[in-house]
């Protein structure tokens, strides 16, 4: 799937073809790259770097007004990563929008001095509804740059651009694929209407893809990020809806009973969900056209809510068939099952960290459910947030360092991030309604 933007979803995008691009300093993407942040520990100490406003190399109020957007583009989205910590502008002893942005126009003591580690500078001309962008990225103790690109497109394709230059970035800085091209999706509950809606990985431009009366459940990516599956009450009874992100286009899966809890296999077309064909729910696996393939439970207990390791080797589940719902994990090649979660009385909504290693889920104690993270072999249980409303339906980014999750620490359910050791829990966006049920996409191109 191609990544539009939010606002035309659905409608032909055309991006202004970048016009060029190269890196500068080419041994900063070598594996040396990787020692400026911990990879065990990413968010245990944050890299202070600055973020100056871009030098406008076309003199016009609209090219500085482009310049500051681009900067807090660039900054914003830096920041939510949670590996960063941005130096307070005030504190700069020197401007490269009057001095210049390349390595013999900067003294790198300047920035040094103020604790900045990494330093990003840019240029950007403007023409018409042409915009062209030269960024730098630099580590002030060496006095070296790290790798530079240019970009050219349109104005309104400025965040498509600055985005591209941050997933570059982190891939350089960790090792691994940033989050910048993905999409949360999620339900919205507003007054009788229930509706699914998406967007950008930071809560930006969120859009309606459907818009009912009926409840409406679960939505769930594909792992190509083309279409959504989700569940439906549309006509009384829950059926399995698959819909496509660019045409719109919807299907139904359903069979007597319960359909419920649609998820994708990774790198499959088929998918799993909870149906009652056989009078129990049961978690079934589905062709690509709905046809029942297998059955992957078989219990006197409820089994609901698949997730699967990210081979596809392995699924995690809830079922009741202790009594009380909990997470077990099914080994799919030898069919063995055993149980994950043995503290606490009702756990759920558990999700497969994209490493392989961990699972989230939301665990509920007292009348409020609150988020944990376990291990896949058991071990390492923590928990992630407490004393702050009823915390749901955590699911992880696609580079498995960020969870979003549905909270009413606010008095409402609305939709927050943190990171994957539970700090800085923020809001993801402002809207109004009810906020549930997110799931965060595979990590796309950005186009």
């Not at 500078?121 to 790798?147: C, P």
């Not at 059926?239 to 809890?261: E, V």
């Not at 089994?303 to 719902?325: E, I, L, N, Q, Y």
Request: aromatic share 10%.
């Amino acid at each position: 799937m191609q990544i539009k933007g939010l606002a035309r979803i659905g409608l032909i995008l055309v991006l202004t073809i970048i016009i060029g691009q190269w890196a500068w300093g080419s041994a900063a993407h070598s594996e040396a790259a990787y020692d400026y942040i911990n990879i065990s520990e990413p968010f245990l100490k944050k890299i202070p770097i600055a973020v100056p406003v871009f030098k406008t190399m076309t003199e016009s109020d609209k090219a500085a007004d482009r310049a500051h957007q681009a900067t807090n583009i660039l900054s914003d989205g830096l920041e939510f990563t949670g590996y960063f910590k941005l130096v307070d502008p005030a504190a700069f002893l020197e401007q490269p929008r009057d001095k210049g942005i390349t390595s013999a126009d900067l003294n790198f003591g300047n920035w040094t001095d103020i604790g900045a580690e990494l330093l990003i500078t840019g240029g950007l001309w403007l023409s018409d509804d042409t915009v062209r962008m030269e960024i730098r990225l630099f580590d002030t103790f060496k006095g070296e740059l790290l790798f530079g690109k240019r970009y050219g497109g349109s104005q309104s394709d400025m965040r498509q651009m600055l985005h591209r230059f941050c997933d570059e970035m982190v891939y350089r800085l960790t090792g691994k694929q940033g989050l910048f091209g993905s999409q949360i999706v999620f339900i919205n509950k507003q007054g009788n209407q229930n509706a699914i809606y998406i967007c950008g990985f930071d809560g930006h431009a969120p859009q309606r893809l459907t818009k009912s009366q009926a409840i409406t459940l679960f939505p769930a990516w594909s792992p190509d990020g083309a279409s959504i599956a989700y569940t439906s009450y549309a006509g009384g009874s829950p059926s399995i809806l698959i819909r496509r992100i660019d045409s719109g286009k919807t299907r139904r899966i359903a069979y007597d009973g319960i359909n419920i809890t649609p998820t994708w296999l990774p790198g499959q077309p088929g998918l799993a969900a909870t149906l009652s064909v056989s009078g129990d729910e049961e978690i079934y696996l589905l062709t690509e056209s709905g046809k029942i393939d297998k059955r992957l439970t078989d219990s006197w207990g409820i089994d609901v809510s698949p997730t699967f390791s990210p081979d596809g080797k392995k699924m995690a589940f809830v079922s009741k068939r202790a009594g009380t719902p909990q997470i077990y994990i099914k080994n799919l090649e030898t069919d063995e099952t055993r149980r994950l979660t043995y503290e606490g009385n009702y756990n759920t909504e558990p999700d497969w960290s994209p490493d392989g290693e961990k699972i989230v889920y939301s665990a509920m104690e007292g009348g409020q459910a609150d988020i944990f993270v376990i291990g896949t072999d058991g071990e390492g249980l923590t928990q992630l947030t407490r004393n702050a409303g009823s915390n749901e339906a955590p699911a992880w980014s696609p580079d498995g360092t960020l969870i979003v999750f549905s909270s009413t620490r606010s008095g409402t359910a609305k939709l927050y991030v943190m990171t994957a050791s539970g700090t800085d829990q923020r809001p993801l966006l402002d809207m109004a309604g009810e906020q549930i049920l997110p799931d965060w996409s595979p990590a796309m191109e950005i186009k």
